[in-house]
């Protein structure tokens, strides 16, 4: 009888020390936390062509908020700039972080600082114009929000749209619109709406469905 007072009191100690570290577990990092996904960006009009995609790879560190790292990489091009048949090409290549807050399922705020470099070449046509070539360097800090759908409860896949503006608004930044004013020559710098429609894939979600 002795001995199963003393089996007992140690059994309920093992099992205690097993709930705690499940427990610590389940806290800790979660693999199926861990989503990829992003846009892709394919236009051709009038003489110009965009091409880019900005792939994400993020982790879920609440039911409401969401982070992660963007790479960017966007190419343009575009003929009868100044002149007929010149053509000038423009290579913006990043990356940053971003997070997301989701206050409500299907609406998030987000906020992501990135640093893009931007690689400009004009190409003329004719002796009227000289050929240009330059390489610049910029941060931008975007703030904006977005509508996603079919964000579920555990699960990290949906498709988003979303806008954002960059409040730095540096002059080199490939998200604002400078003018020159000709008469002062003061610049005008404008932030332009950033415009992006993806999908957020969650990774190992289907395996542990599974189980």
Known sequence: MKKIFLIIPFLLAIHFVMAQDKEEKEKGFKKENLFTGGSVTVSFFN???ILGANPIFGYKLA???DGGAVVNFIYSSQRDYLEFDDKVKQTVYGGGLFTRIYPVNFLFIQ???EHNFIKLKYKPSSSFYLPYEETVDANSFLVGGGYCQGRNPGS???YYVSVLFDVIKNENS???NVAVDNISGR?????VPLIRAGVNIGLFEGRNRRR
């Open 47 to 49: 003489g110009s062509t």
């Open 63 to 65: 039911d409401f908020i």
């Open 111 to 113: 906020g992501q600082f």
């Open 156 to 158: 990290n896949t949906f």
């Open 174 to 176: 490939p998200y604002v």
């Open 187 to 191: 610049k005008s710098i404008r932030a």
